[in-house]
Structure formats: structure tokens, C-alpha cells
């Protein structure tokens, strides 16, 4: 007897034996009791499998349905052999709640604590709509445990490692002790997003990300690294064999004090439409943001600005192939005691690291891109603890949620993500700002002697120009 449900199809077989009807589907067997003489079962059969045709559809469907995405809990509280589908039945470990989340769309919802593991790789991952989250729950709000969710990789390679999987997004998340890389995302793990996550003292890069298209990097601090604060590089895979990681988005983050540069594109194969905004880079042992000489064919489609970038011992841009954006700041970025009281920059001595900005931070405003088209309105970069409105202060936001490319929506249920369909729209404006505002301030800046002598444009119209174009015009035109 076949029958086709959807895209599901099966076929199933009427036996006759002591006077029951069996269904046969796949491994599976449903079973109705006939009351009449044996010669007359195979007609009986036919009409009760007929009247119970809804009920043995549901079952081929189960039978056939992949898992379904589901919100696992962790806690320091928690034990490894629940189930972990509950605040009140959570598992202990996030590598246990990672490997039992198979398929797309799962949620991982991490409390409060330290937790000492690494190499944490989730098993299924994720689709545009149906995205894997790993989710620190700062507030509580979900597990009931309030605070920082630390990741101690106690020496493994790296704190995260996400390759070949999609649709993967870490938030809120602080990584650090990793041998290699803090988060390493690699090998076509397209449109991954990390976010609000503080990645220090690792041995190698704190974010590394190979051959994965559309990753977007928001709003973390990374500091105090072995080797370079974000790297994006392209080595090729079979799938994309002549292309990095393009399309990559760096935008609001603080980069301080990495052992080499702070953010890095380089790689065989050049990664190209990226976009540096809005970051401060400071203290780096290297260049500052170094777009490397294998990698200057992305040169082309390559948007840096509205950044700080400064103090870094390598210079701030690597002149080969990059030259800095016309509205990045030079100036220190006066942020409140990055050391802390301590003197000691990371490691033991993290706690009192403080990198919020001074009250006369020229990071503060120094964007025309507005807060709350970042998701940023609820956060705080500031020593003064003031939300952020207007245009948007540079670097890292304490107290951030929202990852940028997709709304988070708390229910009842537990937290659940939406794509915002206005991110990739909103990208394409960014680009196009980027554009006019170079253009108009070239243009006013025809009179003055390498933007740093001369009236470039008179006072009234300055004030206009900075508010569409940021706060460096001030710098450009005195």
C-alpha cells in the first residue's frame, strides 16, 4: 500500500496472521486486532486500515521527522547526565550541552560562573531563520544565575572552535587561557557572528577567522593576546578554492594591547568586500589594522573608518596596500585604567582591567552611524554608565545583548532569535556612507595642506559636515 505525505513517502505491506492486521513501514509496525473469521481478515484489514490511515501517517512522519531544535541549559550546578531541557535539569558543561544539540536552529543557554573546558565545537549548527546559539545569560533572566560566564580553556587550543557550520552565533561569552585561539572559526563556517564577548591572555589570536564568508565580529574586547587581536584570512578550501573570507564585518570593538596587530586580513587568497568601522585599536605590538601585501587585491573593496586607532608600536596602517581611512582619529583613546590599580594587563590581574571611556574620550560620538541602528542604545561605553544614544561612541559596549544581525525576542519559553531582514540592507547604507562622506570631505578639504593646516570650510557648515560625517572632520578642518 504506498502513500506519499509532503516529501515524505513510504510503503507499507497488509499481512494477515492470527487474525491481526500488521502494517509494515520502514523498521517500523502498527498492529490492529480483527474480530471476524479468518477468511474474511484481509477485507477487514483493508477497511480498519483505511479508517486509521490519519493515525498511521502520524506515525511514518515521526518515524521519518529529524529532531527538533530545542533550548539546553547549563550550570555550574547542573550534572552531565540530565537532560539539560530544563533551568532545573541543566547540564554542567557546555562541550556535553554542544554535542547533544544535533540539527539546526538549538539554543544553548549558559549561567553565570567558570567554566573550565575547551574546544567546545557544537555538533549540529545552524540556518538562515534557524541559527545555533550559544547564549551567555548575563542577567539570569533564563537560569536564574546572574554574572560574567567565563570559558577557561585551561591550556586546549582554543576556547571555541566552529568549522563547517553555519549560522553559528557566541554571545556574551569571556574566553580566555586558550593555548591557540580564543574562538577560531573556520572552513566555510559561513555568516557566523560573535558578539558582546570579551577574549583576553590566549597564547595565540583572540578571534580567528579562515575561509568563512560573512562572519561578523561586534562588539567585543580583545586584549592582552599572544598573537594579533582578529585575524581574517584565505587559505582555500576545495568548495571556495580561489577565495578567503569575504564579506567580513569588524565593527565596535576594542583591540588592546595583542601581541602582534590588531586586526589582520592576509591569507593566499585576499578576503574582499570587508568593512573595519567604528572599532578602537590601541597598544598593539604590531601594525594596527595591517590589510597585508598577499591580500591587496581587497584593497579595492576594502572599508576602514571611523576608527581610533593609535599607539600601536608597528605604526597604525600597513602603508603597502592601505593608507587609513580620511575619518579614522589619531588621538589617544583616554580610556578610564586598561592595567587596572594592579599595573598587570590580563591574566591574573584582569579583574580591575577597566576600559571604559574617560569623560573626554574623543571616541565619544565620534561616529555619525547612529547607536540604535546597532543595537547599541541599551549599552554603556562610558564611565558614567550612560546608555549610548545619538551617534555612536567607538569600541566596546558593557551590557549589550542584540549581536547585530539578528533580534532576540525573551519569552516565557526562553530566548528565541529572528533575522533582521534591515542588517544586510543596513550594510550596503554603511558602504555608501563610507563613500559620500570621503568624497564630501575631500572636497572641502581642497585648501587645507594634508588636512592639517588651513580653514577647510567655515565653522557653521563644519558642524553640519562633523554631525553626517563624524567627529574627526573637527580634526581635519582647523
Known amino acids: 500500500m504506498p502513500g506519499s505525505v509532503g516529501s515524505t513517502v ?42 486509521g490511515l490519519p493515525v498511521l501517517l502520524a506515525l511514518v512522519l515521526a518515524h521519518n521527522e529529524p529532531a527538533r531544535a530545542a533550548t539546553y541549559y547549563v550550570r555550574t550546578s547542573g550534572r552531565d547526565s540530565n537532560h539539560g531541557l530544563s533551568p532545573a535539569t541543566a547540564l554542567a558543561t557546555i562541550s556535553r550541552a554542544a554535542k547533544q544539540a544535533e540539527g539546526t536552529g538549538n539554543v544553548i543557554v549558559v549561567g553565570a560562573g567558570r567554566y573550565t573546558e575547551g574546544m567546545i565545537k557544537p555538533e549540529g549548527g545552524g540556518l538562515q531563520g534557524e541559527p545555533f546559539v550559544f547564549f551567555a545569560d548575563l542577567r539570569g533572566e533564563f537560569t536564574g544565575d546572574a554574572g560574567e560566564v567565563i570559558i577557561d580553556a585551561a591550556g586546549q587550543k582554543n576556547g571555541f572552535w566552529i568549522p563547517g557550520r553555519t549560522w553559528v552565533i557566541l554571545n556574551g561569552f569571556t574566553v580566555t587561557n586558550a593555548s591557540e585561539e580564543g574562538i577560531f572559526v573556520k572552513n566555510l563556517s559561513d555568516r557566523s557572528v560573535i558578539a558582546n564577548c570579551v577574549v583576553y591572555s590566549n597564547g595565540g589570536r ?108 608597528g605604526g597604525g596602517y600597513n602603508t603597502l596596500s592601505y593608507a587609513r581611512g580620511i575619518l579614522d582619529l589619531r588621538d589617544g583613546p583616554l580610556l578610564v585604567q586598561p592595567a587596572g590599580s594592579d599595573g598587570t594587563l590580563g591574566g591574573s590581574g584582569s579583574e580591575d582591567d577597566d576600559f571604559r571611556l574617560a569623560e573626554e574620550s574623543p571616541a565619544l560620538d565620534a561616529s555619525p552611524v547612529k547607536a540604535k541602528n546597532l543595537g547599541l542604545s541599551g549599552a554603556s561605553a562610558r564611565i558614567d554608565g550612560g546608555r549610548d544614544i545619538g551617534a555612536v561612541d567607538l569600541g566596546f559596549h558593557s551590557g549589550n545583548e542584540s549581536d547585530l544581525v539578528l533580534k532576540l525576542r525573551k519569552t516565557k519559553k526562553g530566548p528565541l532569535w529572528k533575522a533582521s531582514k534591515s542588517f544586510p540592507r543596513y550594510l550596503r547604507e554603511l558602504r555608501k556612507k563610507d563613500k559620500t562622506c570621503e568624497r564630501r570631505v575631500t572636497a572641502a578639504s581642497e585648501k587645507a595642506d594634508e588636512f592639517k593646516r588651513g580653514p577647510c570650510v567655515k565653522k557653521s557648515s563644519r558642524a553640519k559636515l562633523a554631525r553626517s560625517c563624524g567627529s574627526a572632520v573637527e580634526e581635519l578642518c582647523q
Do not use: H
Not at 492470527?18 to 490492529?32: E, M
Open 206 to 313: 583572540g578571534i580567528r577567522v579562515r575561509d568563512s564568508a560573512d562572519v561578523v565580529i561586534f562588539n567585543n574586547l580583545v586584549y592582552a593576546n599572544g598573537g594579533t587581536g582578529i585575524e581574517f584570512e584565505g587559505e582555500g578550501t576545495p568548495e571556495r578554492p580561489l577565495e578567503g573570507s569575504p564579506r567580513g564585518v569588524v565593527i565596535n570593538n576594542t583591540v588592546y594591547g595583542n601581541g602582534v596587530d590588531g586586526v589582520r586580513i592576509e591569507g593566499d587568497f585576499p578576503s574582499e568586500d570587508m568593512m573595519v568601522l567604528n572599532n578602537i585599536i590601541v597598544k598593539n605590538r604590531g601594525t594596527g589594522i595591517n590589510l597585508k601585501e598577499d591580500s591587496k587585491d581587497a584593497f579595492r573593496s576594502f572599508v576602514g573608518q571611523w576608527n581610533l586607532v593609535s599607539q600601536n608600536a
Open 10 to 51: 513510504f510503503l507499507g505491506r497488509i499481512l494477515r496472521a492470527g487474525g491481526k492486521c500488521r502494517l509494515r513501514f520502514g523498521s517500523g509496525r502498527a498492529v490492529f486486532r480483527v474480530r471476524r473469521r479468518p477468511r474474511k481478515t484481509s477485507l477487514r484489514c483493508s477497511a480498519i486500515v483505511a479508517r
